[in-house]
């Protein structure tokens, strides 16, 4: 299958849907299809991320480029060019908001079927932490629209099949979880994070993820505070962006000396500080799909996550880690200071995670996505005979 992936925000920015896009492009070569990748151009661009894929960068770089349509025409160039030498099958769109619009485009002109993959932000609303696109109505008007003109939509988990319900049938739209690198955690083999923090024994517990509302990570932080009083053996890890306030958090309630906001880390690094890790911490009030908590699972790390939309598709109670009621901060201590106190306990849950995740594994994920893409492709050729 010649496959067209398309992202208006992928490398040097970096987050859930930016590595799915990259993770799935990878999985997909590797199957044996015919995969590109398109991405807006960067002024001054680091190196590339490392890839195996063709990947097509276009678009001008000023303000209002892609929200106003402006980069559709050059998008068309090099989509045009790379179509007129072999035909693309499908087109992926990643966000059911501007990327569909711009993939529609391409299906007017090319004539290519589009399958979008949701990824959260633009099917999901939460008002209390201000989440989701679809709370402005008007791009709550544009995303339904694309919806009703896709060829098919992927669903990355049972809390976006709830939301999608709500605005499409069910029978256009497909379940398939996000993908998750099995075996790539510790790929690195430098050990780093203890000697970071400053402990060869102490029960490390780990976040991953942006310090933004929709995480709940000054929830953490509180839960930890309390846990530490009787689990003094505990030191809590942030990694990711703007994790200052955490730490000043961490300081008013005392325990500033066993938090440690790590910031932003390549990839390869944050994998192996999962290995690192004794216990994997979510205390998110909502997650698309919880790709970090499925990152630990593939470390053997035991997880205390919140019982939220996201963290409750990763983690079954009792089996592969413990769920806590949203902002709860008394139940999560209580699950921290149970893991921390019960090294059996964390080995027993963190081989089972290893097990569930197994599924979850990109090879297989990318056949999924291939049967998606043939089934739109098959009814596209039906429809025009």
Request: glycine share 8%; with cysteine; aromatic share 8%.
């Amino acid at each position: 299958v010649k496959i067209a992936l398309l992202t208006l925000s992928f490398w040097p920015v970096r987050g859930g849907m930016e590595d799915v896009v990259h993770d799935l492009a990878t999985a997909l070569h590797d199957g044996g299809h015919d995969v590109t990748v398109f991405a807006p151009r960067w002024k001054n661009l680091p190196d590339e991320l490392p890839h195996r894929y063709r990947l097509e960068r276009f678009g001008w770089n000023f303000k209002g480029a892609f929200r106003y349509g402006f980069n559709k025409w050059p998008l068309k160039r090099a989509f045009g060019q790379l179509h007129g030498e072999a035909p693309f099958d499908v087109i992926n769109s990643h966000s059911a908001y501007l990327t569909t619009s711009y993939a529609m485009s391409l299906r007017r002109k090319f004539g290519v079927p589009v399958v979008v993959t949701c990824h959260g932000h633009d099917i999901q609303r939460h008002p209390e932490t201000g989440y989701g696109l679809r709370l402005d109505p008007k791009k709550d008007r544009l995303i339904k629209a694309n919806l009703e003109a896709v060829d098919l939509a992927v669903s990355i988990s049972s809390s976006i099949d709830e939301d999608l319900i709500e605005v499409m049938p069910r029978q256009r739209f497909v379940s398939i979880p996000n993908g998750v690198g099995v075996g790539t955690a510790g790929t690195d083999d430098t050990p780093w994070l203890r000697e970071a923090v400053g402990t060869t024994s102490d029960v490390i517990v780990l976040s991953v993820g942006r310090n933004v509302p929709k995480k709940s990570l000054a929830v953490g932080v509180e839960a930890f505070a309390l846990a530490l009083k009787y689990a003094p053996n505990l030191r809590y890890v942030h990694i990711g962006r703007d994790g200052e306030a955490l730490t000043t958090q961490a300081e008013a309630l005392g325990v500033g000396d066993r938090f440690h906001a790590l910031g932003e880390q390549p990839r390869p690094k944050t994998l192996q500080a999962y290995e690192e890790a004794d216990i994997f911490f979510s205390p998110a009030a909502m997650e698309s799909f919880g790709i970090v908590t499925f990152e630990a699972m593939t470390a053997s790390l035991p997880s205390v996550v919140s019982d939220g939309p996201g963290n409750r598709d990763a983690i079954e109670d009792g089996r592969t880690g413990i769920l806590a009621p949203v902002d709860d901060t008394e139940a999560m201590a209580r699950a921290l200071v149970k893991l921390a106190s019960d090294e059996s306990l964390r080995s027993e849950y963190g081989c089972n995670a290893r097990d569930v995740v197994a599924e979850f594994a990109w090879p297989r994920v990318a056949e999924r996505y291939v049967a998606a893409f043939e089934s739109v492709t098959s009814s596209t050729m039906t429809d025009g005979q």
